[in-house]
Structure formats: C-alpha cells, structure tokens
C-alpha cells in the first residue's frame, strides 16, 4: 500500500494549496479517505474526511476553507485549502480506513507552510 502526497509548500496568509494523494494497493472505493496535520510539538488531527459516497466531514478549523474530494476512477483525494492562516502550518497526511475491518494506511506526509 502505498499513500502519496503531494502539493505542499510555502504560501503568504490568505494564499490556497492544493493538495493531491495518490492511492495504490488498496481498493479505493472501499476506504474512507482524510486529510490529517500535525504542527510541530502538536499531535496529529484529523482536518477532513471523505467516504465512497462523497459524504465529507470537517474539522472546524477547516470549515468554509478547505474542501476535500476524490476521484474514484484515479485513486486520488484532494485538499483544497483557500484562506490560509499560519495557524495551518504543519505536515499534512494522507490516511486511508477500510469501511470493512478498518485496515489503516498513512502517506509520507507534506510540508505545508503558511507566513504571516
């Protein structure tokens, strides 16, 4: 299994990213796919998750933000994250949870920094 994220970077307060992870070896449709971040000292938080049917759930900090989606056919879900505060800073992740046992997947991580 293999969780690639991609898309971060160093963007002024008010700025959007983009974030992109590909999935493989999983059965796509059959997982509930997020967005999660961690600050430094911080633990990790979930920002966003999105299931098969593309029902969404948000953390409040992201609300009216960022929006997450996926495209089935691709293997890919998608952050987009407009308004940025440099609260936001941290290494985002990619996670995938089986709907069926819960088999958890983490991606590497990337980078995202937000200057005031």
């Known amino acids: 299994v293999q969780l690639q994220a991609s898309g971060g970077g160093l963007v002024q307060a008010g700025g959007s990213l983009r974030l992109s992870c590909e999935a493989s070896g999983i059965i796509f449709k059959d997982n509930l796919m997020g967005w999660y971040r961690q600050a430094p000292g911080k633990q990790r938080d979930m920002v966003a998750n999105?299931?098969?049917?593309?029902?969404?759930d948000y953390a409040d900090s992201a609300k009216g933000r960022f929006t997450i989606s996926r495209d089935n056919a691709k293997n890919m879900v998608y952050l987009q994250m407009n308004s940025l505060k440099p609260e936001d800073t941290a290494v985002y992740y990619c996670?995938?949870?089986?709907?069926?046992?819960?088999?958890?997947?983490w991606g590497q991580g990337t980078q995202v920094t937000v200057s005031s």
């Open positions: 996670r995938s949870r089986r709907d069926i046992g819960g088999d958890t997947f």
């Open positions: 999105i299931d098969n049917d593309g029902g969404t």
